[in-house]
């Protein structure tokens, strides 16, 4: 099955694992997004440098980003996210306020817009788009207003999509996942906030202590089974840490 992958946040983290492993078979085209440049030796692998704070080079870019080639299954993968400043209201920056949504809710906006403009006609292909989220879109936690706030808007415009695609009837599927609590730099940015922005900290520092933190490669696994198996997935918002998940 020749598959068109795309993948935002692909040099770090769970999108570099996604890379990785979905360069290993030679039918896939993997096209990856990230603002620092990629390097593979796979054939498959295309890198494009692209900062998704950047709305002029997004839409620049379209062309590259959204190829043809007639693909059995064209995936659009939208991982790349960014916790911001860990901080109370009164304390955040204004360029912090606007750039963690540009990233986390503008940014995928615009791809899925695109996704849908280019291959809602498509019916012959397998098209899938999933937007990695958070389980913090549905809590209050402070120091975290505008990345609980972003995921959590996130959320509603994945189910919207969901929901155009029903009525109009591309046959598009459409999912926010949440990864869980994974080992990656956001955690780490997250345990060098203090206590004074972000009262939940002492959590986070001994999941790690702990080694209770997930890998990337665990969760890609689970990103990689939902995409394989559509049918056993009817809710649009989706948690790894869920029992569907179990194989």
Do not use: C
Request: hydrophobic share 40%.
């Amino acid at each position: 099955m020749k598959s068109l992958f795309i993948i935002t946040g692909s040099s770090k983290g769970i999108g570099k694992a996604l890379v990785e492993m979905l360069s290993l078979n030679s039918e896939n085209q993997v096209i990856g997004i990230s603002r620092s440049e990629v390097k593979s030796k796979s054939s498959t692998f295309k890198n494009i440098p692209l900062d998704l704070n950047n709305f002029d080079l997004i839409r620049q870019s379209f062309d590259e980003i959204f190829v043809e080639g007639g693909f059995d299954k064209i995936v659009l993968i939208n991982n790349a996210g960014w916790i911001g400043q860990i901080e109370h209201f009164g304390k955040l920056k204004s360029k912090n306020i606007r750039d963690i949504f540009n990233i986390n809710t503008i940014a995928p906006a615009l791809l899925m817009n695109e996704f849908v403009h280019r291959y809602a006609d498509l019916k012959n292909s397998d098209r899938i788009v999933v937007n990695i989220t958070s389980g913090a879109a549905t809590k209050a936690i402070d120091g975290w207003s505008g990345y609980s706030a972003s995921k959590a808007a996130l959320n509603m415009m994945t189910e919207t999509a969901q929901r155009e695609a029903e009525i109009n009837k591309t046959g598009i599927k459409f999912y926010a996942l949440a990864p869980g609590v994974v080992d990656t730099d956001m955690q780490s940015d997250i345990r060098a906030s203090s206590k004074d922005s972000f009262t939940s900290l002492q959590k986070f520092l001994d999941l790690k202590k702990n080694s209770q933190l997930n890998t990337a490669s665990e969760v890609v696994e689970k990103i990689l089974f939902l995409i394989e198996n559509p049918n056993l997935f009817s809710e649009v918002i989706q948690d790894v840490r869920d029992s569907s998940f179990d194989k």
